[in-house]
């Protein structure tokens, strides 16, 4: 505490009328009176008080005046942004908000303009509960499976749909994997495969051809316009293809197919000698009307049995679309067919190249049926050219 000092003939008032020269008086010692030290005196201590209340007031004002210039100049800088939103960093974030603890929120109703008083309080919570957070320090856990086993599980599911976690779990264990059968439910059910009960309920089209793929054919038409001396002619060229092998058989070429013609077709293929179906069971189509009860009953008779496709769906079919595809783009894309005959030749010479002299990346990368085993290394290279160069095919000379 601040204190002033009086002259030695204070010590002379009547310490009774006065108490707190009094308390003063008591004290200093006896003898230290009129010789020393000046003692504290009423007047003094009322100016005293008056004057600190006068600075305090003054600062006070002062400091009133200071936040009423920023707050002002707060308002400003929010109508110079507009209705863009403030972009803050987080070091920004735990500044205001650590100011904004100390005001509360009944102060910072007032004063807030950037955000909401709500706000600056949740980003003062956010901070503490950042402050106490063990998450960084705490340990990994339970590992995950690892990928190449969890992708296994997938495979072994997809492949046999009448498998459950059990049964998964079996065949991983005679592979060197033991996982628990929660974890095979957690990892089909991650890849969204239902449990086998209703897997082995559905089969769907890819499984029905990987299994009887030995044993399926599939047919298709494709047209082709041929110019003749009337014009343009349309033809119909059937053809059917071995999904194992990819095999193409040419049933006929018409200008206008009719039943007759498709009932003959379907002798020639089941006939049981060189037929192109003798071997096999199904024959996959699309919902053509050719494809007559007649037609149908035929290949029932050489035990062959007609499945027809869904209505619109090409792909069910891809391996007669991608045959159709390959000879549009190798072939006819290329040449302008002049006549019957010559459209006869165009198809007879790219079946021979699609059989003996082109790759099929759905056989690796081999040919269907090769002339040549390819062991010959040291020979020239030869070049054979079909329609003109437009199909060609490198072998090597006989040594």
Known sequence: MLSFLCPPSVAKLDRRKSPSVHAIWLAFPRSDIGTSPYIL??????????????????LQRRQQQ??????????????????????????????????????GRSALQGIACIVTPDTLLRWYHNLVAKKYDGSTARGPGRPPTEADIAKLVIQMAKENSGWGYTRIRGALWNLGHDLGRNTIRRILADAGLEPAP???????????????????????FFTVDVLTLRGLVRYFVLFAIDLETRRVHVAGIVHEAYGQWMEQVARNLTDPVEGFLRKK?????????????????????????????????????????????????EAFNKIVPLGEKHLRRIVAEFVDHYHHERNHQGLHNRLIEPISSGANRTGAVNCRQRLGGILNHYYREAA
């Open 41 to 58: 005196g009423p007047m003094n201590g009322i100016l005293l008080q008056f004057i600190i209340t006068s600075l305090a007031g003054w």
């Open 66 to 103: 200071v936040i009423e210039y920023l707050t002002e100049e707060n308002r400003v800088l929010r109508e110079q942004l507009g209705k863009k939103r403030l972009r803050l960093t987080d070091n920004q974030r735990r500044r205001l908000a650590v100011r904004a603890k100390a005001l």
């Open 198 to 220: 209703e897997r082995n309920k559905k089969t769907n089209w890819k499984s029905f051809l990987k299994v009887h793929v030995g044993a399926i054919v599939a047919m298709d």
């Open 281 to 329: 069971r199904y024959l996959i189509h699309d919902r053509d009307p050719l494809f007559t009860r007649r037609f149908v009953g035929i290949l029932e008779s050489g035990r062959v049995k007609s499945v027809k496709l869904p209505a619109s769906s090409p792909n069910l079919n891809a391996y007669a679309e991608r045959f159709v595809l390959s000879a549009r783009r």
